[in-house]
């Protein structure tokens, strides 16, 4: 039996009491600059030109992420209770898993449009035409669909800020989806009771076995 005294009980407690150990802050924090990092540069996209399209400019997903960095905060205000006794526990719990799993579809989503987005402009023939930036997978096909992007004076500029905007989106979108993973994978594989969530409260345990030794 392990006492008051025990350097491994009292590493124990160090863990629970350390931020850096608890399993839903390291989470949390990662996700909430994931999803400000996205967002920002979803709002920057929009603003490059008024015609690109809300898949194209992937806020909806850091938003998302952010919201889920939210309750996984709130999962730390909660006193900790084991095997989940308390119905608010649970159910933030629950809010948190499940919010994982829909920032990750969003994630993927979003990575998913902006690598076809990508795609797509680099093998595209542009031209500025009136305050506007049209540009055409196939110029020799004159049905061939064409991409018009407006407020934009300058093609070649546009073109190279949307690449880099696009690759940036790919790649945050890319680690916000592994974080989500990786939280539904260990909530869902430890059933929410090994990893310390909040301020847990420990019983006075030892007193009461000396008392009983004696």
């Given amino acids: 039996k392990k006492t008051k005294g025990d350097p491994k009980t009292g590493q124990e407690e160090e863990s629970h009491t350390c931020c850096g150990c608890r399993f839903p802050l390291l989470f949390a924090l990662l996700q909430l600059a994931l999803g400000i990092s996205i967002t920002v540069l979803g709002f920057l996209m929009a603003g490059i030109s008024s015609s690109l399209l809300v898949r194209d400019t ?98 070649g500029s546009l073109t190279s800020m949307l690449n880099l905007y696009l690759l940036l989106q790919m790649v945050l979108n890319l680690i916000a989806a592994l974080v989500c993973l990786s939280v539904c994978f260990v909530m869902w594989k430890h059933r929410y009771q090994v990893f310390y969530v909040g301020v847990r409260f420990y019983p006075l345990t030892a007193t009461e076995g000396q008392q009983q030794k004696v």
Avoid at 92 to 101: C, D
């Fill in 58 to 155: 992937p806020y909806w997903a850091g938003i998302i992420v952010c919201v889920v960095s939210l309750v996984g905060f709130v999962m730390l205000c909660i006193s900790y209770q084991p095997d989940e006794k308390t119905c608010v526990q649970f159910t933030v719990k629950l809010m948190y898993f499940l919010l994982s799993a829909l920032g990750l579809v969003a994630c993927v989503l979003a990575v998913a449009f902006a690598a076809h987005h990508y795609l797509q402009m680099t093998k595209f023939t542009c031209d500025t035409i009136l305050e506007s930036c049209q540009c055409k997978l196939d110029t020799a096909d004159p049905l061939s669909r064409t991409f018009i992007y407006q407020d934009a004076a300058d093609c």
